[in-house]
C-alpha cells in the first residue's frame, strides 16, 4: 500500500489522519523477467512502519530503481550498452561507460578512481523518490547507501548514478516508468564526479567512502516521520 492509499484507511482516520512513521527497510524485486543472467534490472521499495497501528503490513514511501552488470574476467563480446538502450530510457545515460562487454578503458585503469583494481559488478543507479507527502528528511539517501551496500560487493564493485538526476521536484511515489525525481545529495551517499565523465557520479567499494557515508545516514533508522491527511 503506498502513502496516499494508506491515510484513507480508517485506523488512520479515526486518528485524525495522523500517521508517525518509522524503522525503514528495503524491499528488493527484479522487475525484468526476460533480462539476461548478468544484467538485471531492480527496485529496491522503501517501506515503513506506523508506530500506532495494530501490526500489520508496511507502507510503501518511495523506491530507488537501479541495474546491476555482471562483468566477466574475460574479453568477451556482451552488448552492455546495447542492452542498456532497450531496458530503460533512464539507462542510457550510462552507455557512454562501457565498450562491449567491459567498462571503457580509460575508466578502468583510472588509478585514482579504482585504484588499479578490475571491476566485476556495477550497480546502476536509475532512479531515487520519496514520496512527498513525507516531511524533509535524507530517507533518500538512506535509500540509495543501502542499495550500494547490499548490492555492491566491496572489493570488485562500483556504483554510478547521473549527476543530475533530471529535475529538482519533489514527486509523489509513482510508477516505475515514471520516476524521475532529483536523486539524492549524491555527496552525502559518498559518490564523486566520473573521471572524464562529468555528467555521472560514481565510486569504487573497495575505498572507503560508500561506508562512511551509510555510517552517517543510519540516524535515519530511529528518526519517526511524522504527518497527517493532507
Known amino acids: 500500500m503506498d502513502l496516499a492509499d494508506y491515510l484513507q484507511t480508517s485506523t488512520v482516520l479515526q486518528r485524525g489522519g495522523q500517521a508517525s512513521l518509522a524503522s525503514p527497510i528495503l524491499h528488493l524485486t527484479t522487475l525484468d523477467q526476460a533480462t539476461t543472467s548478468w544484467l538485471r534490472d531492480w527496485r ?40 542498456l538502450a532497450m531496458l530503460d530510457v533512464r539507462a542510457t545515460r550510462f552507455v557512454e561507460l562501457f565498450d562491449g562487454g567491459r567498462l571503457e578503458a580509460g575508466l578502468d585503469e583510472d588509478d585514482d578512481f579504482f585504484d588499479g583494481m578490475p571491476m566485476y559488478s556495477v550497480l546502476l543507479i536509475l532512479g ?29 564493485g562500483v556504483a554510478f548514478a547521473a549527476a543530475d538526476d533530471g529535475g529538482g521536484r519533489r514527486r509523489r511515489l509513482v510508477a516505475v516508468d515514471q520516476l524521475r525525481a532529483r536523486g539524492p545529495d549524491w555527496a552525502g551517499v559518498g559518490l564523486t564526479t566520473v573521471p572524464d565523465h562529468p555528467a555521472l557520479v560514481g565510486r569504487a567499494a573497495l575505498f572507503t567512502y560508500l561506508d562512511t557515508a551509510r555510517d552517517a545516514l543510519s540516524e535515519v533508522v530511529d528518526q519517526v516521520l511524522t504527518l497527517g491527511k493532507r
Open 44 to 83: 529496491a521499495e522503501v517501506r515503513m512502519q506506523d508506530l500506532h497501528a495494530p501490526a500489520g503490513a508496511p507502507v510503501t514511501v518511495g523506491a530507488v530503481d537501479f541495474v546491476v552488470v555482471q562483468l566477466s574476467e574475460s574479453e568477451d563480446d556482451r552488448p552492455i550498452a546495447d542492452r
Open 128 to 156: 531515487a523518490v520519496v514520496d512527498d507527502l513525507l516531511p524533509p528528511s535524507r530517507l533518500r539517501e538512506w535509500a540509495v547507501a543501502e542499495v550500494c551496500h547490499t548490492m555492491l560487493p566491496t572489493t570488485s
